[in-house]
């Protein structure tokens, strides 16, 4: 019997996943597709990001490469979202119990603003019932415990559900829902670039 496999891959999960692993770090994406495919090959792989407009020259250049078949590359759909950018003002004070006014040290006139990952986890969580009966196991490289309510509903569907993730940063509500945890800190020397 073939077991169609999806991968479903968020990049903000990763990139922080491997910091925290080791700052130095960074994963080979090639050396983890191969060995995920050790078992059996896998039907589609999806890498979702958010980018700033515009997107630098070497991430353009690394979503083409990831987008490349072997042996270039690992063959992996990348979806792209814009990265947004909010203003802040004031942030909530957990002791003070309220919202207090937030300014730049060498001049309160600076503009402050932060960067946030939007559309990611939707584009998951619609890319996982979407495909919902092209595959059989899902396979998650995210730790975001937003994305409970999908696998439910796949694992209700008899889909199995693995995690390929680090072991910091991933929701216990996540990982007693897989069926199989591939945790990448025991194996990070055999996938490093």
Request: aromatic share 10%; with cysteine; net charge neutral.
């Amino acid at each position: 019997m073939i077991n169609r496999k999806l991968w479903l891959i968020d990049a903000g999960y990763m990139y922080r996943g491997q910091s925290i692993y080791n700052r130095d770090y960074s994963i080979d994406y090639v050396k983890l597709r191969n060995k995920l495919e050790i078992e059996e090959p896998l039907w589609r792989a999806y890498y979702l990001n958010s980018v700033p407009n515009p997107t630098p020259d070497a991430q353009v250049s690394f979503y083409n490469w990831m987008r490349s078949a072997p042996p270039i590359g690992p063959k992996i759909i990348t979806k792209l979202y814009e990265l947004r950018s909010s203003e802040i003002t004031d942030l909530y004070c957990e002791h003070c119990r309220r919202k207090v006014p937030v300014a730049c040290p060498n001049d309160p006139k600076h503009r402050l603003s932060r960067e946030q990952q939007k559309g990611v986890d939707v584009g998951l969580a619609t890319l996982a019932l979407t495909h919902v009966d092209n595959y059989d196991t899902l396979i998650l490289s995210s730790g975001d415990s937003d994305l409970l309510d999908a696998i439910e509903y796949i694992t209700e569907k008899n889909k199995r559900f693995e995690l390929l993730v680090f072991k910091n940063g991933v929701s216990t509500d996540l990982q007693c829902r897989a069926d199989r945890i591939y945790w990448i800190d025991d194996f990070a020397s055999e996938v490093a670039r």
